[in-house]
């Protein structure tokens, strides 16, 4: 696994013969290039910011690419106060299914790569597929599973769902992890006739917390941020994680444009946040989601 | 120490999760296939065995939603993984000699992965609203400021060609994906190779062309699984910006427009195996050539 995704650029010595004026041309245009895709990029982060600070006066379609004449918070208000309490349910959603399959994932990625057992390999590749089938493949059945054993409905079934569904990418960030732990570290545990769990307590887990942020990181954004589970097994208003009513709320025209921006800024701040503070570890989940060595 | 009193406990804390996945991917599965073979096709469950509702999608052109749906998902397919990869990859190109402030670009580029396809969505709706020139809003308004007004276009909503812009705002997300995965394979190149070809005379551009892009066949193959699995079971995206419309339809969307409106829960359960058997075409092979090259080092 690429845990180190960012080698340090290696400085090019310039070559000999190369007339400068090409050089310079040359490097010129890869920084224009480079700041014309920044802009690319960025520019539907400026209409949404641009919209949320506009009054409902100014709210006005024609002049949505000018900065606001009088900057206000009431778009950001009034999202606050209708998305408020979804966003406390996503809060309640996101905290313990993260938890709890970040752990999970700990203890199998450290049984699949550090304390193998007899066909080890084809379990992690029977947990593996999990990652890849297409969630809609088991949504009917998943309902009216949880609908036949009465299972409690709203936030706990969405986070079980997150849960049970998180293993195999969980599993697989932390079993790449694992596996560059120097062998010999596990078996002097091992000579000291430390037990499994003892090892993992006492040798393993204290050298795990960049793959518990990487994993926890990589949790926290695609549970903040899936609409399908939650669009599947939430039929109660009360209970729609924050996707879920952004839609609802977005989708209807008379919600006024500065209002579906700021909405959809709101909603998106949490996983913003931590990938401004965490972008690096962020950047390693996505390495190992691509289960490239 | 030998035998199962040193591996058993390692395959009982690793059961429950092994169980959990047998029931709720492998078992679910086949309760999905079961669904998709009965006659269920109401709000009451009924359950007798028929084959109806693959043969109503098979061959596509008997049932509209579905043709569409499918339609769709070529053109977005298309547009998505080109878009992507071309862009993804020039931006790697871009980065990989060292550029000043390279971390700060890279955040950049890559920022569009940690928002939602939901509120990404609401964005995008909004800048590719389809009404014209001055009356316009968004890009098409953009365009007529910057006297580009010929550009001004409808967007998602060209009955011919709106699946493809259905893919700007995936090309958006993703471009900065598709660059990490490119860069980390450029800099994967061992130096001296790059270096030997230097020696030799080659020009920059020969030792990209003849010694970098021949080591990035797994890169660009993963590129391409990590894509087609996104593009085929696209939905948040499209709920977002076309919502359960006939000219935005995808196949995700249509089976659950089947199960919430038309509660033809058959039916929903065999567009989504077919997405699973889709998927699994890709990722099977992948999955396990990946394990082998695991295996050899």
Sequence with gaps: ?293 | MKGIRRWGPGLLLVLPSIVLIAVFVYGLIGWNTKVSLSDWRQAQQTTGFSTAAYSELFPPGTDPGWTEAVKHLVFFTGAFMIGTLALGAFLALLLDKGVKGEGFFRAIYLFPMAVSFIAAGVVWRWLMNPAPGDRGTGLNLLFDKLGLGFLANEWYLNPTWGAAALAIPAIWALTGYIMALYLAGFRGVPEELREAARMDGASEWRVYRHVVFPHLTPVTLSALIILGHISIKVFDLVVAIGGKQFITMTPAVYMWTLIFDARDYAKGAAIATILLIGISFLVIPYMIYTVRAERQT
């Design chain 1, 1 to 293: 696994m690429t845990t180190t995704s960012a080698a340090p650029p290696v400085p090019v010595p310039a070559r000999v013969g190369r007339p400068r004026a090409r050089r310079a041309a040359a490097l010129s245009f890869k920084y224009l290039a480079l700041i014309f895709f920044v802009v690319l990029v960025l520019m539907p982060l400026y209409i949404v910011l641009v919209a949320s600070f506009k009054g409902t006066a100014e709210a006005d379609p024609s002049t949505a690419w000018a900065l606001p004449n009088v900057w206000t918070w009431e778009a950001w208000s009034d999202a606050w106060s209708q998305l408020r309490p979804n966003l406390l349910n996503s809060l309640y959603l996101v905290i313990p299914a993260t938890l709890i399959s970040t752990v999970l994932g700990s203890l199998n990625g450290f049984v699949l790569s550090r304390w193998r057992f007899p066909g080890s390999d084809v379990v992690f590749l029977f947990l593996l597929f999990g990652l890849f089938i297409p969630y809609q493949a088991v949504m009917i059945p998943l309902t009216q599973l949880f609908a036949d054993v009465d299972f409690p409905t709203g936030i706990p079934r969405l986070a079980f769902a997150h849960i049970v569904y998180g293993i195999p990418i969980t599993t697989l960030i932390f079993r790449s992890y694992y596996a560059t732990i120097p062998e010999e570290l596990i078996e002097a545990a091992r000579m000291d006739r430390a037990g499994m769990l003892r090892t993992y307590w006492s040798v393993v887990l204290p050298l795990s917390a960049p793959a518990f942020v990487v994993t926890a990181i990589w949790q926290f954004t695609s549970i903040w941020n899936d609409f399908l589970f939650a669009v599947f097994l939430i039929t109660n208003p009360d209970s729609w994680p924050i996707t879920v009513a952004l839609n609802n709320t977005t989708g209807s025209i008379v919600t006024p444009y500065n209002l579906q921006m700021s909405a959809a800024l709101l909603a998106s701040i949490p996983t913003l946040v931590v990938y401004i503070l965490l972008g690096r570890y962020f950047i390693r989940g996505l390495m190992a989601g691509s289960l490239k060595g």
